[in-house]
């Protein structure tokens, strides 16, 4: 049986989104993607060790590991990049990941060098964006710098119009919760504002990227974490991104104090 939820699917192409591979409560759920145009499939996000073996097996219901050119990465984090060196010794894929993190994701790699994981296997990505030939189409990566990430870029699919927004949308939701499209965006603002506040670096980016996304007008936005969004939620989501005020635009004086010295009786 195939596991996995389908976003997208016709004669050449398919998008998939697994949910529930990661065990437990300990590990922040998380969402992989695979996307196949004309019998050639990458893999975004794909995540850490934890999800290695149980991803390989849910994607063989739609694709064959020899089939699998690219190793899409929103940015550097152990949920996105974790398992890249078991990914790059068992498929022919290269991996694309920012140029800024292109130094870094081999420190994920052992045997980096030797054989055929060397260099050849990475596809950096400038500021801007670029893209990378699927099948017949292309994949996008388009800018969400600073969000959280100083290189961090989304994934747009041209063919079913979805945005992979990485962990820009993200939500926290149980690892047992379904995949479903959000339907009351006032009930899911209570498990996007904590992280949203935190983790993006300020409102100013936040307006850039909405008004990128804006244009773009994709037909849903899927994050990394949790429920995916479209139609009315999806722009109530925009806007009140929009409005948000986040990471360095909440800091104060207090938050940078010595009391951790004080408080051990330390002479400050
Ligand atoms: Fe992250
Ligand atoms: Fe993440």
Known sequence: MRSGTVLFENENHLCVVFSDLVPGEDGVQANQFLVVDHGQAALIDPGGDLLYTPLWLAITG???????????????????????????????????????WGRFVPHNVSNYQQGELGEDRYC?????????????????????????????????????????????????????????????????LTRMVGFHRRYMTSNRVLKLWVSMVRQLNPSMIVPQHGLP????????????????????????????????????????
């Open 62 to 100: 739609y694709a064959q590991l020899q089939d699998i050119r690219w190793i899409l990465t929103s940015h550097q984090d152990p949920d996105v990049v974790g398992a890249v060196g078991r990914w790059l010794a068992n498929t022919p894929s290269q991996v694309v990941c920012s140029r800024l």
């Open 124 to 188: 950096m990505i400038s500021d801007g964006g670029g893209k990378v030939p699927l099948g017949r189409s292309f994949m996008y990566a388009l800018p969400g710098h600073f969000m959280h990430s100083v290189g961090n870029f989304c994934f747009y699919d041209p063919v079913s119009r979805i945005l992979f927004s990485g962990d820009i949308g993200s939500s926290l939701i149980p690892n047992s919760e379904k995949y479903q499209f959000v339907s009351d965006f006032e009930k899911h």
């Open 229 to 268: 969004m479209k139609g009315e939620q999806m722009n109530a989501f925009l806007s009140w991104l929009y409005d948000l005020e986040c990471g360095v635009d909440l800091l104060r004086p207090e938050h940078y104090s010595l009391d951790v010295l004080k408080a051990a009786g330390m002479p400050v």
